[in-house]
T-cell receptor, first 113, second 113 residues
Framework: GNSVTQMEGPVTLSEEAFLTINCTYT??????LFWYVQYPGEGLQLLLK?????DKGSNKGFEATYRKETTSFHLEKGSVQVSDSAVYFC????????????FGQGTELSVKP | EAGVTQFPSHSVIEKGQTVTLRCDPI?????LYWYRRVMGKEIKFLLH????????ESGMPNNRFLAERTGGTYSTLKVQPAELEDSGVYFC???????????FGPGTRLTVL
């Protein structure tokens, strides 16, 4: 079945630093790809998504490009803020087995002022 | 529009006791999913309902877990008897038919002592 591999954390950055969280996938075909975020004390929220190869998802200053050549969907932000401190999850649907999502391990990001 | 809600937000029980978690999906969403995140690891799929029917329950860890969705609206997930390893955060998500995007609830944090 499909799988998602995500860089492990925790990641600690200073405010205004550049952020990259790596995510790679293995899949049959080209499934949609998602980044979800969980802020402290809250539930999972969809941060951005891409539904086909070469698509770029963006939201709140975050971007991720669906690259089929490298089977990657890395999350980037040019200048992080303290409020970006959260756990980030890369995910993809498991086409062969219905609509369930396959998640990466989660990366905890801590941004210091 | 109300989002996915879950109850309770936290539950602390002793080993051997029973706990029932509830999820209310977004109105009109036929798909309902349960996921679990144990000890900071990846979020894992438990099962998927389409309306009141179990579409995929391949992620249910064992027969101590029982999920229901009578009437195709809200769902319950019962753990009986609870074991220490059942501790974690249980997420519920819902989606419309044909849509890959799943909307998540805030989760229920279960602690088994």
């Amino acid at each position: 079945g499909n799988s998602v591999t995500q860089m492990e954390g925790p990641v600690t950055l200073s405010e205004e630093a550049f952020l990259t969280i790596n995510c790679t996938y293995t899949a049959t075909g080209y499934p949609s790809l998602f980044w979800y975020v969980q802020y402290p004390g809250e539930g999972l929220q969809l941060l951005l998504k891409a539904t086909k190869a070469d698509d770029k998802g963006s939201n709140k200053g975050f971007e991720a490009t669906y690259r089929k050549e490298t089977t990657s969907f890395h999350l980037e932000k040019g200048s992080v803020q303290v409020s970006d401190s959260a756990v980030y999850f890369c995910a993809s649907p498991s086409y062969n087995q219905g609509g369930k999502l396959i998640f990466g391990q989660g990366t905890e990001l801590s941004v210091k002022p | 529009e109300a989002g996915v809600t879950q109850f309770p937000s936290h539950s602390v029980i002793e080993k051997g006791q029973t706990v029932t978690l509830r999820c209310d999906p977004i109105s009109g969403h036929d798909n309902l999913y349960w996921y679990r995140r144990v000890m900071g690891k990846e979020i894992k799929f438990l099962l998927h309902f389409v309306k009141e029917s179990k579409q995929d329950e391949s992620g249910m860890p064992n027969n101590r877990f029982l999920a229901e969705r009578t009437g195709g609206t809200y769902s319950t997930l019962k753990v009986q008897p609870a074991e220490l390893e059942d501790s974690g955060v249980y997420f519920c998500a819902s989606s419309q038919t044909g849509d890959n995007e799943q909307f998540f609830g805030p989760g229920t944090r279960l602690t088994v002592l």
